[in-house]
């Protein structure tokens, strides 16, 4: 492992995810891209038949039944960066990801709550004119931070 990859993790999560069948794929993903973790806010679902590597027993799982849970129990020192399609998101393409962060994604049909947006440290979207499924998304943001771009 790469020495400036030292003392950083990332946890990934969807709010109010709109079907099961996503985060089993972006759990697998998660497993196989480095999370720490991932999680849920709002909708909770369980294990997935997609989950083919047996994730759900390799990177642990929370649940946050409200954003304000989320916030009160994300690890200290912790950066929040919004997955969402606005004029304030920073391109993905040249976003310095953070050593230590969760990345927070919104389901397709709402993307994030406004609470959720204006509590994020950092915004980032793809070069994309439409949005993508979440679990799509989670996995394109996973595998950029493995890039050897600079970390904030």
């Known amino acids: 492992m790469n020495s400036n990859f030292k003392n950083e993790y990332f946890g990934i999560g969807i709010q109010n995810g709109k079907t099961p069948e996503n985060l089993g794929v972006l759990w697998r993903s998660a497993q196989n891209l480095g999370a720490s973790y991932i999680f849920t806010i709002g909708n909770r679902y369980a294990k997935q038949a997609c989950d083919t590597h047996n994730a759900v027993k390799s990177i642990p799982y929370y649940h946050y039944d409200t954003f304000d ?27 310095h990801h953070p050593r230590r962060c969760v990345y927070l994604l919104g389901a397709e049909d709402h993307g994030l709550s406004n609470q959720a947006m204006e509590k994020s440290h950092f915004l980032v979207k793809f070069n994309s004119p439409l949005s993508l499924n979440v679990s799509v998304a989670g996995s394109i943001v996973m595998y950029d931070r493995q890039l050897n771009k600079p970390r904030s």
């Open 69 to 95: 849970d989320f916030l009160k129990n994300i690890p200290v020192g912790t950066r929040i960066v919004g997955v969402e399609l606005s004029d304030e998101s920073e391109d993905l393409e040249t976003f």
